[in-house]
C-alpha cells in the first residue's frame, strides 16, 4: 500500500490550492481517507476525511477548515483531494493524507497507512 501526496507549495494569503492523495495497492473508496497536517514543533492535527463509499461517503471537517477546504474523490483515478481555499499563514504545515483503519474519525492514531507529506506554506 502506497500514498503519494502532492500538490503543495507556496502562497499568499487568499489563495486556492488543491493536493491530491494517489492510492495503489488498495482501493481509496473503500476506505475512510483523511488529511492531517503538522507544523514544526507541533502535533499532527486532523484537518477533514472522506467516508467510505459504502459508508455514505460523506466528508466531514475540523473547524478551523470548515467552508474553506473540500475533500473530494476521483474512483477512477484512485485519488482523494483536498481543495484548499481562502489559504491563511496559520494552514501552513506538512499535509498528510492517510488511510483509517480504526474507530475514531479525527484520531491519527487510528489511521495505519500515511503518504509522505506535502509541504504548504501560506505567506501573509
Known amino acids: 500500500v502506497q500514498l503519494q501526496a502532492s500538490g503543495g507549495g507556496l502562497v499568499q494569503t487568499g489563495d486556492s490550492l488543491r493536493l491530491s492523495c494517489a492510492a495503489s495497492g488498495l482501493t481509496s473508496r473503500d476506505y475512510t481517507m483523511a488529511w492531517f497536517r503538522q507544523d514544526s514543533g507541533k502535533e499532527r492535527e486532523f484537518v477533514g476525511g472522506?467516508?467510505?463509499?459504502?459508508?455514505?461517503?460523506?466528508?466531514y471537517y475540523a473547524d478551523s477548515v470548515k467552508d474553506r477546504f473540500t475533500i473530494s474523490r476521483d474512483n477512477a483515478k484512485n485519488t482523494v483531494y483536498l481543495q484548499m481555499n481562502s489559504l491563511k499563514p496559520e494552514d501552513t504545515a506538512v499535509y498528510y493524507c492517510?488511510?483509517?483503519?480504526?474507530?475514531?474519525?479525527?484520531?491519527?492514531?487510528?489511521?495505519?497507512?500515511w503518504g509522505q507529506g506535502t509541504l504548504v506554506t501560506v505567506s501573509s
Open positions: 472522506i467516508r467510505s463509499h459504502g459508508n455514505s461517503g460523506r466528508s
Open positions: 492517510a488511510r483509517r483503519s480504526g474507530v475514531s474519525l479525527t484520531q491519527a492514531a487510528t489511521y495505519d497507512y
